[in-house]
Each structure stands twice: as structure tokens, then as C-alpha cells.
């Protein structure tokens, strides 16, 4: 009788440990967490030297401060400004991206987030679109335009037939 008690005494230790573990799952950890409104952002179609600006919005949702520690663009082509100051939580802070639109041709950037975040430390943002120039006749994308109409060709002139004297051969 007395394994009997000790069996189940050590057999509801031990659950009440596993169960103890699992409740700390499911409690939220403590520290800044970074969420975007949008992550991705489409120009569509862009003139030549037009606005190349756009701007992502985050919000702390943790309870500590949030901080930036790095915000880097995959080329030279495009420049990201962000939020300096930490970001309290429940407040929100901005990313300013702008792309150098005197590049012509369809493009797809980057931008890296890095953070103190604990739920997700390193967020990539994405730019897309595509730069036409209304000075060059090239285009990007095949035209749905109808081809235009061959020109009628014109018809042959009879050939005129000319007398040629006879000449005398000795």
C-alpha cells in the first residue's frame, strides 16, 4: 500500500511539472515585438524622375521599448530612413523608403529590419515596380494595339513596246 501511494505521488509530481512547463508556453515572453502594417509595397507603373517615396508602418506590440539597430537596402539604388528613437510600446514608428526612379526598367528591392524585437528580430520589406521613359520609343511590354495594315501595293506598268528600225548587215 505504501509503493502504492508513493507510485502515485511521484506519477502526479511529475505532471504537475510537465503541466507547469507547458503553462509558461503559453505565457508571452517579456520585450519589444515589431509588427508592419504591410511589408510590401507596389509602385505599379512610374515615370522617369517621378515619386519614388513610399513609407511602411510598424507598431510595438510588446512592452518594452522598441529599437531599430539596423535598416539596410539590398542596393544603392534605394534609400531607407527610419525611426531613431525607441518605439514605446503600443506606439508606432515609420520606415521611409525612397527608389531612384532615373533607373528605367521593371525593379524589385529589399530592405532588411533589424531589431530588439523578440518575436521576429530581422524583417525584409519589398519594393516593386516599373520605370518607363515617355522619351524613348522602347517599350517594356509587347503592345496590345493591333498591328498596323500593310500598304496597298501598287500595281505593275505595262511595258511599253518600242520599234526598233531594222538595220541592214552586209
Do not use: W
Not at 10 to 22: H, L, Y
Amino acid at each position: 500500500m505504501k509503493k502504492f501511494a508513493l507510485i502515485c505521488l511521484f506519477a502526479s509530481m511529475t505532471f504537475g511539472m510537465a503541466n507547469a512547463q507547458n503553462d509558461k508556453k503559453d505565457v508571452p515572453a517579456n520585450g519589444a515585438k515589431i509588427r508592419f502594417v504591410e511589408t510590401e509595397h507596389n509602385y505599379g507603373d512610374l515615370q522617369k524622375g517621378g515619386n519614388g517615396d513610399c513609407e511602411f508602418t510598424f507598431v510595438n506590440e510588446g512592452n518594452e521599448p522598441l529599437i531599430l539597430s539596423k535598416v539596410k537596402a539590398s542596393c544603392g539604388c534605394t534609400t531607407p530612413s527610419y525611426t531613431q528613437k525607441p518605439v514605446m510600446p503600443g506606439k508606432t514608428g515609420t520606415i521611409k523608403v525612397h527608389y531612384n526612379t532615373n533607373n528605367v526598367g521593371g525593379f524589385s528591392k529589399t530592405v532588411t529590419v533589424e531589431s530588439n524585437a523578440v518575436d521576429n528580430p530581422r524583417v525584409v520589406l519589398k519594393i516593386k515596380g516599373t520605370v518607363h521613359d515617355p522619351n524613348t520609343q522602347q517599350q517594356t511590354r509587347p503592345s496590345t494595339a493591333p498591328a498596323p495594315a500593310k500598304p496597298a501595293v501598287k500595281p505593275a506598268e505595262p511595258v511599253k513596246q518600242v520599234e526598233v528600225p531594222a538595220v541592214k548587215v552586209k
